[in-house]
Protein backbone atom coordinates (compact mmCIF):
# COMPACT_ATOMS: atom_id res chain seq x y z
CA UNK A 1 0.00 0.00 0.00
CA UNK A 2 1.37 3.08 -1.27
CA UNK A 3 1.21 6.88 0.74
CA UNK A 4 1.82 9.85 -0.24
CA UNK A 5 4.01 11.67 1.73
CA UNK A 6 3.25 15.03 3.25
CA UNK A 7 4.88 17.92 2.80
CA UNK A 8 6.87 19.83 5.94
CA UNK A 9 6.14 22.38 7.63
CA UNK A 10 8.36 24.95 8.64
CA UNK A 11 8.63 27.34 11.37
CA UNK A 12 10.55 30.68 11.07
CA UNK A 13 11.81 31.89 14.23
CA UNK A 14 13.86 34.69 15.35
CA UNK A 15 13.82 38.43 17.13
CA UNK A 16 11.83 40.49 16.00
CA UNK A 17 12.88 42.67 13.07
CA UNK A 18 14.84 39.74 11.52
CA UNK A 19 12.94 39.20 8.55
CA UNK A 20 10.52 36.48 9.63
CA UNK A 21 7.33 37.58 7.79
CA UNK A 22 9.07 38.25 5.02
CA UNK A 23 10.92 35.00 4.49
CA UNK A 24 7.49 33.25 5.29
CA UNK A 25 5.51 35.39 2.50
CA UNK A 26 8.19 34.44 0.47
CA UNK A 27 8.14 30.75 1.26
CA UNK A 28 4.12 30.78 0.87
CA UNK A 29 4.63 32.28 -2.40
CA UNK A 30 7.16 29.93 -3.96
CA UNK A 31 5.99 26.80 -2.08
CA UNK A 32 2.24 27.41 -2.36
CA UNK A 33 2.50 26.22 1.54
CA UNK A 34 -0.38 27.32 4.13
CA UNK A 35 1.16 30.77 6.06
CA UNK A 36 0.17 31.39 9.63
CA UNK A 37 1.82 34.54 11.37
CA UNK A 38 1.46 34.23 14.89
CA UNK A 39 1.14 37.57 15.95
CA UNK A 40 -1.98 38.28 13.52
CA UNK A 41 -3.92 35.21 14.81
CA UNK A 42 -3.40 36.03 18.18
CA UNK A 43 -5.13 39.65 17.66
CA UNK A 44 -7.64 38.71 14.96
CA UNK A 45 -8.87 35.67 17.37
CA UNK A 46 -8.10 37.33 20.54
CA UNK A 47 -6.12 34.40 21.40
CA UNK A 48 -4.07 36.14 24.35
CA UNK A 49 -4.54 36.06 28.28
CA UNK A 50 -3.11 40.24 28.60
CA UNK A 51 -1.69 42.83 26.64
CA UNK A 52 2.00 44.04 28.72
CA UNK A 53 2.07 47.93 28.34
CA UNK A 54 5.70 47.76 29.10
CA UNK A 55 6.95 46.35 26.41
CA UNK A 56 3.83 46.60 24.24
CA UNK A 57 3.14 42.87 23.55
CA UNK A 58 0.49 40.12 24.23
CA UNK A 59 0.62 37.69 26.64
CA UNK A 60 -0.29 34.31 24.07
CA UNK A 61 -2.86 31.89 25.20
CA UNK A 62 -0.93 29.16 23.40
CA UNK A 63 -3.29 26.88 23.83
CA UNK A 64 -5.83 28.06 22.20
CA UNK A 65 -3.14 29.06 19.53
CA UNK A 66 -2.13 24.99 19.37
CA UNK A 67 -5.81 24.11 19.00
CA UNK A 68 -6.10 26.46 16.03
CA UNK A 69 -3.06 25.39 14.56
CA UNK A 70 -3.22 21.55 15.18
CA UNK A 71 -5.66 20.84 12.10
CA UNK A 72 -3.74 22.63 9.46
CA UNK A 73 -0.04 21.42 10.84
CA UNK A 74 -1.62 17.49 10.65
CA UNK A 75 -2.19 18.38 6.57
CA UNK A 76 1.34 19.51 6.19
CA UNK A 77 2.61 21.96 3.65
CA UNK A 78 2.78 25.00 6.46
CA UNK A 79 4.96 27.89 7.15
CA UNK A 80 4.42 29.34 10.85
CA UNK A 81 5.97 32.73 11.68
CA UNK A 82 6.77 33.52 15.17
CA UNK A 83 9.72 34.96 17.34
CA UNK A 84 9.99 32.04 19.97
CA UNK A 85 9.02 28.28 19.39
CA UNK A 86 9.33 26.73 22.64
CA UNK A 87 5.61 26.10 23.30
CA UNK A 88 4.98 24.48 19.76
CA UNK A 89 4.91 20.37 19.93
CA UNK A 90 8.61 19.01 18.33
CA UNK A 91 6.41 16.65 15.92
CA UNK A 92 4.81 20.11 14.39
CA UNK A 93 7.69 20.98 12.54
CA UNK A 94 10.44 19.23 10.26
CA UNK A 95 12.44 22.11 9.62
CA UNK A 96 12.94 25.08 12.68
CA UNK A 97 14.63 28.11 11.24
CA UNK A 98 16.20 30.46 13.24
CA UNK A 99 16.65 33.56 11.70
CA UNK A 100 19.56 35.77 12.80
CA UNK A 101 20.51 39.61 12.13
CA UNK A 102 23.49 41.90 12.98
CA UNK A 103 22.45 44.11 15.70
CA UNK A 104 23.08 47.44 14.18
CA UNK A 105 20.52 46.57 11.76
CA UNK A 106 18.09 45.33 13.98
CA UNK A 107 18.55 48.32 16.19
CA UNK A 108 17.81 50.55 12.40
CA UNK A 109 14.60 48.33 11.96
CA UNK A 110 13.03 48.17 15.28
CA UNK A 111 13.65 51.89 15.52
CA UNK A 112 11.91 52.24 12.55
CA UNK A 113 8.82 50.39 14.25
CA UNK A 114 8.96 52.54 16.53
CA UNK A 115 9.64 50.46 19.94
CA UNK A 116 10.00 52.18 22.78
CA UNK A 117 13.49 52.21 24.81
CA UNK A 118 12.76 49.07 26.93
CA UNK A 119 11.30 46.73 24.42
CA UNK A 120 14.08 48.05 21.76
CA UNK A 121 17.00 46.99 24.42
CA UNK A 122 14.99 43.62 25.51
CA UNK A 123 14.91 42.38 21.76
CA UNK A 124 18.73 43.66 21.08
CA UNK A 125 19.87 41.75 24.19
CA UNK A 126 17.92 38.60 22.92
CA UNK A 127 19.67 38.89 19.44
CA UNK A 128 23.12 39.51 21.26
CA UNK A 129 21.76 36.38 24.14
CA UNK A 130 21.17 34.03 21.25
CA UNK A 131 17.64 33.45 23.33
CA UNK A 132 15.53 32.08 20.33
CA UNK A 133 19.03 29.82 19.05
CA UNK A 134 19.33 28.43 22.11
CA UNK A 135 14.87 27.95 22.66
CA UNK A 136 14.90 26.16 19.19
CA UNK A 137 18.10 23.52 20.09
CA UNK A 138 16.71 23.05 23.35
CA UNK A 139 12.98 22.26 22.05
CA UNK A 140 14.04 20.49 19.02
CA UNK A 141 16.15 17.84 17.30
CA UNK A 142 19.66 18.88 16.38
CA UNK A 143 18.67 17.92 12.47
CA UNK A 144 15.87 20.27 12.75
CA UNK A 145 16.92 22.91 13.77
CA UNK A 146 18.90 25.53 10.97
CA UNK A 147 20.34 28.80 11.82
CA UNK A 148 20.38 31.69 8.49
CA UNK A 149 21.77 35.20 8.05
CA UNK A 150 18.92 37.55 7.44
CA UNK A 151 20.42 41.29 6.92
CA UNK A 152 20.13 41.97 2.91
CA UNK A 153 17.42 41.26 0.67
CA UNK A 154 20.43 38.75 -1.06
CA UNK A 155 20.60 37.02 2.11
CA UNK A 156 16.52 36.56 2.34
CA UNK A 157 16.65 35.81 -1.26
CA UNK A 158 19.07 32.79 -0.88
CA UNK A 159 17.83 31.58 2.25
CA UNK A 160 14.45 30.83 0.51
CA UNK A 161 16.25 29.22 -2.08
CA UNK A 162 18.18 27.52 0.33
CA UNK A 163 14.88 26.06 2.03
CA UNK A 164 13.11 25.24 -0.89
CA UNK A 165 15.86 23.03 -1.64
CA UNK A 166 15.26 21.15 1.41
CA UNK A 167 11.88 21.00 0.67
CA UNK A 168 12.51 19.23 -2.23
CA UNK A 169 15.05 16.73 -0.61
CA UNK A 170 12.72 16.18 2.21
CA UNK A 171 10.09 15.01 -0.24
CA UNK A 172 12.27 12.94 -2.27
CA UNK A 173 13.25 10.94 0.91
CA UNK A 174 12.57 7.74 1.55
CA UNK A 175 10.71 7.41 4.76
CA UNK A 176 12.44 4.21 5.44
CA UNK A 177 15.84 4.92 4.71
CA UNK A 178 18.68 5.62 6.57
CA UNK A 179 18.35 8.90 7.34
CA UNK A 180 21.79 10.55 5.23
CA UNK A 181 19.57 12.20 2.43
CA UNK A 182 17.87 14.39 4.67
CA UNK A 183 18.94 17.52 3.26
CA UNK A 184 20.83 18.94 5.77
CA UNK A 185 23.64 19.66 3.51
CA UNK A 186 21.39 22.52 1.74
CA UNK A 187 20.73 24.30 4.73
Known amino acids: MSTEKKLPNILICGTPGCGKTQHAARLKELLEFQFFNVSEIVKEKQYYESFDEVYQSYLIDEDRLLDELEGPIAEGGCVIDHHTCDFFPERFFQLVVVLRTNNDILFDRLTER ?3 EI ?8 EIMEVVKSSAEDSYAPEVVVELTSNTPEELEANVQRIIQWVGLYMSQDDGD ?5 GDDVL
Do not use: I, M
Open 119 to 126: KLQENLSA
Open 178 to 182: DGDDD
Open 114 to 116: GYN
